[in-house]
Antibody, heavy 116, light 113 residues
Framework: EVQLVESGGGLVQPGRSLKLSCAASGFTFSNYYMAWVRQAPKKGLEWVATISTSGSRTYYPDSVKGRFTISRDNAKSSLYLQMNSLKSEDTATYYC?????????WGQGVMVTVSS | DIVMTQSPFSLAVSEGEMVTINCKSSQSLLSSGNQKNYLAWYQQKPGQSPKLLIYYASTRQSGVPDRFIGSGSGTDFTLTISDVQAEDLADYYCLQHYSYPYTFGAGTKLELK
């Protein structure tokens, strides 16, 4: 059974940093692109980042480019999102997702609140 | 960036009715290489993660009831739910994964009339 479990969320002040983790199991992690998607409270879904199988290629929307960094450790079947220079508009639930034909499997999400 | 225009914003239905949700992309999502449309549909119930219903515009994910039907090609796509059940009340989103940045539609809230 595919499982994705996010961790690392919490309350952080504007301008500070936070690192999210996603532990994957139930599939060969190194064979899949992985992604982060977020959802602000009562809002829609926003794709945040994608990383290739080896980690050599990464993709971001303009809203987070230069502030967020996606990475992975295939030996540990883990995905990460380093978030720097956080803003109030980054407040959201962050989901880890496995990319295949589409983003077919999602974690339960982790809440990040950016507030002073 | 590809803009996804999803409609309607909300829909009130009775059990047993059929509903359609539309998604229009600002550019074609059809790959000339494999003739697949890179359009997916998701269902999200309150307090839950999104669940993939349809990928490649019309392929139903394993375990998804056959009352969920995806159709369309190029720039115009539709999710049809026939014989709506109470358990189908949720938010629905389309996603284009043809090119980065990936973009979602704004969502459609399916409510009980």
């Amino acid at each position: 059974e595919v499982q994705l479990v996010e961790s690392g969320g919490g309350l952080v002040q504007p301008g500070r940093s936070l690192k999210l983790s996603c532990a994957a199991s139930g599939f060969t992690f190194s064979n899949y692109y992985m992604a982060w998607v977020r959802q602000a409270p009562k809002k829609g879904l926003e794709w945040v980042a994608t990383i290739s199988t080896s980690g050599s290629r990464t993709y971001y929307p303009d809203s987070v480019k230069g502030r967020f960094t996606i990475s992975r450790d295939n030996a540990k079947s883990s995905l990460y999102l380093q978030m720097n220079s956080l803003k109030s508009e980054d407040t959201a639930t962050y989901y880890c997702a496995r990319q295949g034909a589409a983003m077919g499997y999602w974690g339960q999400g982790v809440m990040v609140t950016v507030s002073s | 960036d590809i803009v996804m225009t999803q409609s309607p914003f909300s829909l009130a239905v009775s059990e047993g009715e059929m509903v359609t949700i539309n998604c229009k992309s600002s550019q074609s999502l059809l790959s000339s290489g494999n003739q697949k449309n890179y359009l997916a549909w998701y269902q999200q119930k309150p307090g839950q993660s999104p669940k993939l219903l349809i990928y490649y515009a019309s392929t139903r994910q394993s375990g998804v009831p056959d009352r969920f039907i995806g159709s369309g090609s190029g720039t115009d796509f539709t999710l049809t739910i026939s014989d709506v059940q109470a358990e189908d009340l949720a938010d629905y989103y389309c996603l284009q994964h043809y090119s980065y940045p990936y973009t979602f539609g704004a969502g459609t809230k399916l409510e009980l009339k």
